[in-house]
């Protein structure tokens, strides 16, 4: 029986939630509500899967079971109504890993890269890190929804640009592209000859009348440039099982980043993450079904709650994912007064917007993949120290 309501102490465990936060703040006082992890426990049969490998007592090597590309056909398929085939599907330990290694595979020092603000941070580190230039168009707000301003794209793509990586559906904005934005996108990359890393990392989980569409499914010649990146982690709460993986239809383009792969070392797989992916995608998907409901009545409980505290906060509509992106601007003088009331007062730990890159101090973004009772107490918290 699945029971998203009971509150699991995950302090002491070394969560980076819970326990890398508090070490950073030097405290233990606050409802951390950071990191992008869920305070869910995962599906019984992952559970039984992981005990399956600890209680063999040997824990050797792991080769990736074939189980694996069928699970990820298998799930796009059925979920995502994207045919792919098995032999497009490279895996990685984990997303962060496979963006530094496109970027180094498909670009040069001095290179331009676009990644849209506000990112998720290590997205431009694999590129900043690495001595690429960082081309960072902000998304823009209309009629209250993050858009992409192809505009403004269209000013700053140069022959030096060699790659876009996009995320879809967005952190921390939470847009779930439509199919036309999507087709704009991949022209407009075909247009510049770019590469496109798109990150679907998030896309289990949308809003009522929300619907992912992938852009493996955008029928474009972007397909031969396109590298699609995604992970059962977010899906299923196992991140520290350290698992994911890359789709890539286009052979030369996937026989590239597996040898860059390769040549960074990484070739073998990890044991937990190889025995989760054996179950997760095959016979899990009602687990999936289960936190969006819980996620959707999180979502509508802080959007009658929160305006009761602070009624000139702009709460984005959340189009997917398990994340609130909140505009805050007309409630604090800036950002530094914004987190001194949030952490020193109201001992709560939301992610502030500079964290995202520029242009979007004054926001913050609130993970409500927890159960209901730790949201109630964010309320009371942030009631109490606003009286
Ligand atoms: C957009 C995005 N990509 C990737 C990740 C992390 O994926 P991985 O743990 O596989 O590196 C996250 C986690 O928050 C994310 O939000």
Known sequence: MLDFSQVINRRGTDSYKWDGSDRELGNTQ???????????????????????????????????????????VSWYGTRHHVKLQPEWVLHSPRIVISASVVVRALSQAGDKVILHTPYYPPLDCATQSQGRVAVEPPLVLKDGRFVIDFEQLERLVDDSTKLMIFVSPHNPTTRVWTRSELEQLADFCVRHHLYLFVDEIHCDFTAPGQNFISMLEIASPIQERLIVVNSAAKSFNIMGCAISYLIIPNDELRAQIENAFVQAGEEDT???????????????????????????????????????????AKIIPREGSYLLWIDLRDEFANEQEMQDFLINKAHIFWLEGSHFGPHFEGYARVNIGCPKATLEEMMRRLRAARA
Do not use: W
């Open 30 to 72: 606050c409802l951390q509500m950071g990191c992008a992890d869920m305070d869910f426990e995962t599906a019984p049969e992952l559970v039984d899967a992981l005990r399956q490998v600890v209680e063999h007592k040997v824990y050797g090597y792991a080769t990736l079971s074939p189980e694996f590309a069928r699970g990820v």
């Open 270 to 312: 990890n044991i937990f993450g190889n025995a989760l992916m054996k179950v997760a995608y095959q016979k899990c998907g009602y687990y999936v079904d289960a936190v969006n409901e819980v996620i959707n009545a999180n979502d509508a409980y802080v959007r009658q709650e929160l305006p009761t505290i602070f009624p000139k």
